[in-house]
């Protein structure tokens, strides 16, 4: 049973609400965690106001603060083992990944914001008034609500609370209801580091607990990451006291496969691109337009390229692909699936739930379509699974009107070895971050987000301290009072 912490203090929802988190893998009951009530999100945002205040933490140095940020990455690190180990057991996702790219992601995130503590900045701004210093102030935007998804639980927390926390902010931090455990252990292990009390707070719960930090007068900002449909709800709930928002939305990803690409390398990068994860990347590369001369070629090798990879629990190192999130992930997964045949897209490869040894588990076989078209949902909606639609193109010139014809602008990739193609396509793209004959990587030194319906704002590098952090200027008259 894992517990709320609010206020430097563990223990559990006032109402005595709790709620299971399962294995993926066999679909076993794994932990059972506290479920925060509206009376526990109060207790939360009071807890977080007053901490602000706190001199503890206010008239913290930079220094200081940078030094307990960096204290979290050491820690992270020291329980990498166990830490990887509780992310696979409660999102599914394959050991290497977790011990490869989950858990050496939070703690660098840590580290690269611990660095910008001290880097803080205003500016003295000449302005055109006789007499008159103008300087700038960047300030703590105050209480941020944090609130993750299920696809990297663990990453996702740490891209949010190490520059909220760098800029001086307080937080609390809400897990999806899916995988909360790795946050749980790193909120343990922030407590360690020696945060004041109140600074971090952690409440479990679902999509009410969300919604109630949302609505909540007493919290400044949302920083939200999840699916397009709730961060509609997010702006309609901030409206209130006109909070600030960032939104990490959804994403269909377009890659252009250019007739001079290297197409066993494009082969390479685009299973990785689509697959890694099972596919539950909110930038995975969800829509293949390939110059129609290579189309049958890429996809029949796509398609022995994903069926090829072994599927098997995230505990067994054999393992290239685990399972999906949930039950319920898996059936909305399959009913894009079972849609795009209804549409008359052709299936290469995959398309059903994983059978044998696996069926209690929530699996799902590596799917390949070919003859997509682009009015078909399979080209157009988020499946956010293991699903790669093959479109064909006959014109260089229409791709970027094809490709940029989506709700979505978070990321598109580029394959082709001529220059001048690549970087013409990654201008006309519209979308947060371009990958040219490589799969999506997010990095805390450079941008991270989208543009239209993916999102508001940008996480990573300075534009995290920008989106945690209000400007003010301050004027003073020079010439006597
Ligand atoms: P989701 O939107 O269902 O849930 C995300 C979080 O919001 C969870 O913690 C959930 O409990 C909470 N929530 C749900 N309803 C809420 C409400 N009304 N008010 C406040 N909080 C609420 O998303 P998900 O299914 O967990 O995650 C998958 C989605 O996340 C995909 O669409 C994916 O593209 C997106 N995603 C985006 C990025 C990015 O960087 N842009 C990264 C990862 C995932």
């Not at 539950?280 to 890429?298: G, I, K, M």
């Not at 543009?451 to 995290?464: D, V």
């Amino acid at each position: 049973m894992t517990d709320l912490f609010i206020g430097g203090e563990w223990g559990p929802a006032e109402a005595g609400a709790t709620f299971t988190t399962l294995n993926p893998a066999d679909g076993s009951v794994f932990e059972e965690c506290a479920e925060a009530g509206a009376p526990d999100v109060d207790r939360a945002v009071a807890a977080a106001r007053s901490a602000l205040a706190d001199p503890a933490w206010a008239g913290m140095t930079a220094a200081a603060r940078a030094r307990m940020l960096w204290r979290v990455a050491d820690l992270v690190e020291e329980h990498a083992d166990e830490l990887a180990e509780l992310e696979t057991r409660d999102n599914g996702q394959p050991l290497a990944v977790a011990g490869g790219v989950t858990v050496p992601g939070a703690a660098e995130h840590f580290r690269y914001f611990a660095g910008w503590c001290t880097k803080i900045e205003g500016s003295v701004v000449p302005v055109s008034f006789p007499d008159t210093l103008h300087y700038t102030r960047r300030e703590p935007v105050g209480v941020c609500a944090l609130i993750t998804p299920w696809n990297f639980p663990l990453m996702l927390a740490a891209w949010k609370l190490a520059p909220a926390l760098a800029c001086g902010n307080t937080v609390i931090i809400k897990p999806a209801e899916q995988t909360p455990l790795s946050t749980v252990m790193l909120v343990e292990l922030m407590e360690r580091a020696g945060f004041p009390p109140g600074v971090v707070n952690l409440l479990t719960g679902g999509p009410a607990t969300g919604a109630a930090l949302a609505e909540h007068s007493g919290v400044d900002k949302v920083s939200f990451t999840g699916s397009t449909e709730v961060g509609r709800k997010l702006v309609h709930a901030s409206a209130g006291n006109l909070k600030r928002l960032t939104l990490e939305l959804g994403g269909k990803t377009p890659s252009i496969i250019a007739a001079d690409a290297d197409i066993d390398a494009a082969v390479a990068g685009n299973v990785q691109g689509a697959l890694f994860n099972s596919g539950q990347v909110c930038a995975a590369y969800a829509r293949f337009y390939v110059d129609r001369r290579r189309a049958d070629e890429f996809t029949e090798k796509m398609a022995a390229a994903a069926a090829a990879l072994v599927l098997g629990p995230g505990l067994d190192p054999a393992s290239q692909l685990g399972p999906l999130v949930s039950e319920e992930h898996l059936a909305k997964v399959d009913s894009h699936v079972r849609g795009a045949r209804a549409e008359g897209a052709e299936l290469v490869t995959g398309g059903r739930r994983a059978g044998g040894r696996l069926a209690e588990g929530f699996f799902y076989e590596p799917t390949v379509f070919a003859g997509v078209t682009d009015e078909m949902a399979i080209a157009r909606e988020e499946v956010f699974g293991p699903v790669i639609p093959v479109l064909a193109y006959d014109d260089p010139d229409e791709i970027v009107e094809r490709a940029n014809d989506s709700a979505y602008g978070l990321a598109a990739s580029v394959w082709t070895r001529d220059l001048s193609t690549a970087h013409r396509l990654a201008a006309k793209v519209r979308a947060g971050a371009v990958f040219i004959n490589m799969i999506h990587v997010p990095d805390a030194a450079t941008t991270w987000g989208g543009f239209k319906a993916s999102g508001w704002g940008r996480e990573m590098g300075p534009y995290a301290i920008d989106a945690y952090t209000e400007v003010k200027g301050v004027w003073t008259h020079l010439g006597g009072a």
